[in-house]
């Protein structure tokens, strides 16, 4: 839970890495709260509003996490697009998501797993 919030807390920030657990568990949180009020709202037959407005709340943080993500890769944000490509750019963009943190510093920070946290 603290992945997910720690990435709403950095709402828009563009900037940076994120490492793969930041970014997974922010998929997987999504996914289960878009299916929560998706069933949800089926139940009591509503159009859909409040995961509209949820998918909207969480657009700009997805983003974000995305090209941090790929930041952390050692590429550019602007990668996201390859996604329009029908079919493989999915493919390639969910592979650049698996592929492992970059070790050491690039141009866009330090290695998040190498940045010692401090323990609360």
């Known amino acids: 839970m603290n992945w997910y919030l720690e990435v709403l807390k ?8 994120a490492r793969r657990r930041e970014y997974w568990i922010f998929c997987l949180f999504n996914f289960i709260i878009a299916l929560v009020l998706g069933f949800v709202e089926g139940l009591i037959g509503s159009p859909g509003i409040v ?16 090209v ?14 390859i996604a329009f490509v ?3 750019g999915a493919i390639v963009l969910l592979i650049f998501m698996f592929q492992d943190s970059q070790p050491g510093n690039n141009q866009f920070g330090a290695n998040p797993k190498e940045v010692v946290q401090p323990v609360a």
């Open 10 to 17: 950095k709402y828009a920030v563009f900037s940076g890495r």
């Open 68 to 81: 941090r993500r790929l930041h952390d890769t050692n590429r550019s944000g602007w990668w996201l697009l």
């Open 51 to 66: 995961g509209g407005l949820y998918s909207l709340a969480v657009f700009v943080p997805g983003l974000a996490v995305s």
């Open 86 to 88: 029908p079919i493989i």
